[in-house]
């Protein structure tokens, strides 16, 4: 008995034994996995933040300071042709606050306007109680700025590091380069016109990467770019003038080497950019630009055929028609030949002329020399040029000296640039632009003929007619002026004109063209409106004076060539 109850003893002790350790096998092995389990977690979170570590340090430490949708893109640099930097990226610092950890929002106030006074008490105070984790203050700060700020210690308020445009030729180009805002977005001149040619959508992606931006390389020549400023600024003050302007164009390629308008604005502070007076008005500003339109009259006259340089028109009596008497300003009162009708700037003589021709075919030359549909080129401030809904009669002979539609002073530029290159109309550019570019796209728009009798009344005019102070010693200036009336309360005025002088040197082989305008000029000492011959011709002349020598044109100083009168075929 006793031995048997010993056996189930052990028995039970052994079952137990059993049971107890096939319990701490499993116990052990779900120990096992929780183990294994905590470490794959704790593995993957320290991967997660070593993976996010290795990122960061790859990425540029400005572009990862900062909310993404704050960093300013990069912009490529802009340089003249010869690689002088018109427009950089630099390094500017910006004011933000964290609401949030603002201690006292007026307190804080008190202190940043001491350093920023033009600061908006009332939409900063919202700013700072808006309990936001991030609103800017006030963007692009100077050093100075930004030092006396630091120094207040102010809780809840940092910097970051941002990109913003700056333009070392400051005013002198600032109506080619246009501006950029806060963001570094092109809105104006080349700068927009960079962003819509893809930049944008760089940016939009995140590849425009500074040192992968190329500069853009413009056909601008800086150095005549400020003799250009400089001449049309003096212009303005010596006359007392409301706006002034110019362009300098090479005729063989139809690249713009300098072009200004005053008053213009500086665009490292453009607080002035949108004022109406500080328009471009070389590319959007429309003009009946008056007697200097009387070189495509005369050169369409010739280019049809009708007409020749012997050809001869009846100017001894006004013109009347519509309820209008077309006048000369100095007539002579007399029949007069194409040259003479050229250099006294007759308005009878040239409404004979575009008579010759015909009502249709002298819209349709203006049309073909670019004058009457809107520009094409880089710049996007440019205006559309007006005329009447339908021609007739009297819209053609007005037309014919300048009255009646309106146009832009550089489409005027390079329509009498065809008119010097062998009469091929190219289409500005801002851009470098080779000559076999320019051949390829240039159209033809008049007879070679027509180009050679133009460069003769051009040389002419400056010679005996009213074109004598747009003229350079020692290089073959020609050129045409045009005074236009301007129109007051529906009237022409003749207290306030609008005055031109196209000319191109030198006139053996034209190789640069320049446009000068002057809008409402005085005459000095007086309050009376002076003519083109007294002002935009001698702008013109400086201009050339002083560029040509950097253009390459060398000076001849002797006679042979001269154009006269007696000497027209």
């Given at each position: 008995m006793i031995g048997w109850l010993g056996k189930k003893r052990r028995k039970a002790e052994g079952d137990a034994a059993i049971v107890f350790d096939s319990?701490?096998?499993?116990?052990?092995?779900?120990?096992?996995?929780?183990?294994?389990?905590?470490?794959?977690?704790?593995?993957?979170?320290?991967?997660?933040?070593?993976g996010r570590l290795v990122y960061l340090g790859m990425l540029d430490p400005e572009a990862a300071a900062g909310p993404e949708s704050r960093v300013t893109a990069s912009r490529p640099d802009i340089v003249d042709r010869y690689g002088e930097v018109l427009a950089t990226d630099i390094k500017t610092a910006s004011l933000f606050a964290e609401p949030r950890r603002i201690v006292d929002a007026d307190e804080a106030i008190e202190k940043l306007t001491t350093v920023l006074p033009d600061l908006d008490v009332e939409q900063t105070y919202n700013k700072l109680k808006s309990g936001t984790g991030f609103v800017?203050?006030?963007?692009?700060?100077?050093?100075?700025?930004?030092?006396?700020?630091?120094?207040?210690?102010?809780?809840?308020?940092?910097?970051?590091?941002?990109?913003?445009?700056?333009?070392?030729?400051?005013?002198?180009?600032?109506?080619?380069?246009?501006?950029?805002?806060?963001?570094?977005?092109?809105?104006?001149?080349?700068e927009k016109y960079i962003d819509d040619q893809g930049l944008a959508d760089l940016q939009a992606s995140g590849l425009a990467v500074a040192k992968d931006l190329k500069p853009v390389r413009l056909s601008i020549d800086l150095r005549v770019q400020h003799?250009?400023?400089?001449?049309?600024?003096?212009?303005?003050?010596?006359?007392?003038?409301?706006?002034?302007?110019?362009?300098?164009?090479?005729?063989?390629?139809?690249?713009?080497?300098?072009?200004?308008?005053?008053?213009?604005?500086?665009?490292?502070?453009?607080?002035?950019?949108?004022?109406?007076?500080?328009?471009?008005?070389?590319?959007?500003?429309?003009?009946?630009?008056?007697?200097?339109?009387?070189?495509?009259?005369?050169?369409?006259?010739?280019?049809?055929?009708?007409?020749?340089?012997?050809?001869?028109?009846?100017?001894?009596?006004?013109?009347?028609?519509?309820?209008?008497?077309?006048?000369?300003?100095?007539?002579?009162?007399?029949?007069?030949?194409?040259?003479?009708?050229?250099?006294?700037?007759?308005?009878?003589?040239?409404?004979?002329?575009?008579?010759?021709?015909?009502?249709?075919a002298h819209r349709e030359f203006l049309r073909r020399m670019g004058l009457l549909d809107r520009m094409q080129t880089e710049l996007p401030e440019v205006a559309k040029p007006t005329e009447p809904k339908v021609w007739k009669r009297v819209h053609s002979i007005t037309a014919a000296f300048g009255h009646g539609f309106s146009t832009t002073p550089l489409q005027t530029a390079v329509g009498a640039a065809a008119l010097?290159?062998?009469?091929?109309?190219?289409?500005?550019?801002?851009?470098?632009?080779?000559?076999?570019?320019?051949?390829?796209?240039?159209?033809?728009?008049?007879?070679s003929q027509t180009v050679e009798d133009m460069k003769y009344l051009y040389r002419l005019n400056a010679e005996e007619g009213g074109g004598k102070r747009g003229t350079v010693p020692g290089y073959r200036v020609g050129g045409k002026t045009g005074t236009a009336e301007k129109v007051v309360n529906g009237r022409y005025s003749k207290e306030k004109n609008f005055n031109a002088f196209v000319a191109?040197?030198?006139?053996?082989?034209?190789?640069?063209?320049?446009?000068?305008?002057?809008?409402?000029?005085?005459?000095?000492?007086s309050t009376r409106s002076a003519t083109a011959g007294l002002t935009a011709a001698p702008m013109a002349s400086n201009i050339i004076r002083r560029s040509a020598p950097l253009l390459g044109v060398k000076p001849e100083f002797g006679q042979e060539g001269e154009a006269t009168l007696a000497s027209y075929p």
């Open positions: 319990a701490r096998k499993k116990t052990g092995g779900r120990t096992r996995n929780r183990v294994i389990m905590t470490m794959v977690v704790f593995f993957s979170i320290y991967a997660t933040i070593a800017w203050l006030k963007r692009q700060l100077t050093p100075k700025q930004q030092a006396e700020i630091m120094a207040l210690g102010i809780p809840g308020i940092a910097f970051r590091t941002e990109k913003r445009r700056f333009y070392p030729a400051g005013e002198t180009t600032s109506h080619i380069i246009g501006l950029t805002n806060v963001d570094n977005k092109g809105i104006s001149g080349l003799i250009v400023r400089s001449e049309i600024v003096a212009a303005l003050e010596k006359y007392r003038a409301i706006a002034a302007g110019a362009v300098v164009l090479d005729v063989r390629t139809g690249e713009v080497l300098a072009m200004g308008s005053v008053p213009d604005f500086d665009p490292n502070n453009p607080f002035n950019a949108l004022q109406q007076d500080r328009l471009n008005r070389m590319s959007a500003g429309l003009y009946e630009m008056g007697s200097t339109i009387k070189s495509f009259t005369t050169s369409m006259a010739l280019d049809s055929g009708k007409v020749t340089l012997q050809s001869t028109f009846d100017a001894s009596k006004p013109i009347k028609i519509g309820g209008q008497t077309i006048r000369d300003f100095r007539g002579k009162g007399r029949v007069l030949s194409v040259p003479e009708v050229f250099i006294y700037s007759s308005n009878i003589g040239s409404a004979r002329e575009a008579e010759a021709v015909g009502v249709e010097m290159n062998g009469g091929k109309l190219l289409p500005p550019t801002f851009l470098i632009r080779t000559q076999e570019e320019a051949n390829a796209i240039g159209k033809q728009v008049v007879k191109a040197f030198p006139m053996e082989d034209p190789k640069y063209l320049v446009l000068t305008i002057i809008d409402e000029p005085k005459m000095e000492g």
